[in-house]
C-alpha cells in the first residue's frame, strides 16, 4: 500500500468553526489532491497540489483553502464549516501529472452539526 | 474538459454471472482511463489502466475492460461474480498530455451480488 495517512479519520464539528485536515505521504510524490465523495457525486476535486507551495482549485473549492509546505504534507482547511460540507474527504497521490494511477488515503469522515 | 459517465447507480448479479459495468466518457483529447474500486469504509484502489497501450486491458481480481474508442466507451466486465466483488466500482478519466490536472471521476456503481 502507498504510504498516505489521513488525519483524523473522523470528525465532528460545529456550524462556523475551521477545521483542518492532514494528509501525509511517505512515497515522495510530487502531486497530492483532496476529493470529497458525496452519494451520487463520486469524487469531486476540492484542491490540488503540483509541488511545495504550488495549489490551484478544483471543480468545488468554495469554502476551502489549502497548504503544501513540505513535500510530504498537504492540509485541507475549511474556514468556517457548514453542514453542507458534511462529506467523505479523500487525499491521492502521484507521481506523474494527470492524477495518473492516484494513490488514496482511506478517507477522513467530517460531520457538521 | 473531460466528463464521465456511469450507466446504473446500482447493478445486481448472481454470483457466478457476468458482471457488466459501463463507462462512457468525453474528452476532446486523447483520455487515459481508470477503473477503481472502493470497499465499505475504505480509500479507492486501482483495478485497471488505459493509457494507449493495448485496448483491451486486464487488471486485479479477473476484471477487465475494453477501450473503444468510437463508442467513446471503457466498460469494466468479469466473467464470473464473486461474493467478495460487491463493493462500490468508480470510473475515471484524465487526458493526454495531462499537464497540470487531475482525475475526473464518474457517480460511482454500486455491485451487488446474489447468492
Known amino acids: 500500500d502507498a504510504g498516505i495517512t489521513q488525519s483524523p479519520r473522523h470528525k465532528v464539528t460545529e456550524t462556523g468553526t475551521p477545521v483542518t485536515l492532514r494528509c501525509h505521504q511517505t512515497?515522495?510524490?510530487?502531486?497530492m489532491y483532496w476529493y470529497r465523495q458525496d452519494p451520487g457525486h463520486g469524487l469531486r476535486l476540492i484542491h490540488y497540489?503540483?509541488?511545495?507551495?504550488?495549489?490551484d482549485k478544483g471543480e468545488v473549492s468554495d469554502g476551502y483553502s489549502v497548504s503544501r509546505s513540505k513535500t510530504e504534507d498537504f492540509l485541507l482547511t475549511l474556514e468556517s464549516a457548514t453542514s453542507s460540507q458534511t462529506s467523505v474527504y479523500f487525499c491521492?497521490?502521484?507521481?506523474?501529472?494527470?492524477?495518473?494511477?492516484?494513490?488514496f488515503g482511506q478517507g477522513t469522515r467530517l460531520t457538521v452539526v | 474538459a473531460q466528463s464521465v459517465t456511469q450507466l446504473g447507480s446500482h447493478v445486481s448479479v448472481s454470483e457466478g454471472a457476468l458482471v457488466l459495468l459501463r463507462c462512457n466518457y468525453s474528452?476532446?483529447?486523447?483520455?487515459?482511463l481508470f477503473w477503481y474500486v472502493q470497499y465499505p469504509n475504505q480509500g479507492l484502489q486501482l483495478l485497471l489502466k488505459y493509457t494507449s497501450a493495448a485496448t483491451l486491458v486486464k487488471g486485479i481480481n479477473g476484471f477487465e475492460a475494453e477501450f473503444k474508442k468510437s463508442e467513446t466507451s471503457f466498460h469494466l466486465t468479469k466473467p464470473s461474480a464473486h461474493m467478495s466483488d460487491a463493493a462500490e466500482y468508480f470510473c475515471?478519466?484524465?487526458?493526454?498530455?495531462?499537464?497540470?490536472?487531475?482525475?475526473?471521476f464518474g457517480s460511482g456503481t454500486r455491485l451487488q451480488v446474489q447468492p
Open positions: 474528452s476532446s483529447v486523447p483520455p487515459y
Open positions: 497540489s503540483y509541488g511545495v507551495k504550488d495549489t
Open positions: 475515471a478519466v484524465s487526458v493526454k498530455p495531462a499537464g497540470r490536472r487531475a482525475l475526473t
Open positions: 512515497e515522495n510524490h510530487r502531486y
Open positions: 491521492a497521490i502521484s507521481a506523474l501529472d494527470g492524477g495518473t494511477e492516484a494513490f
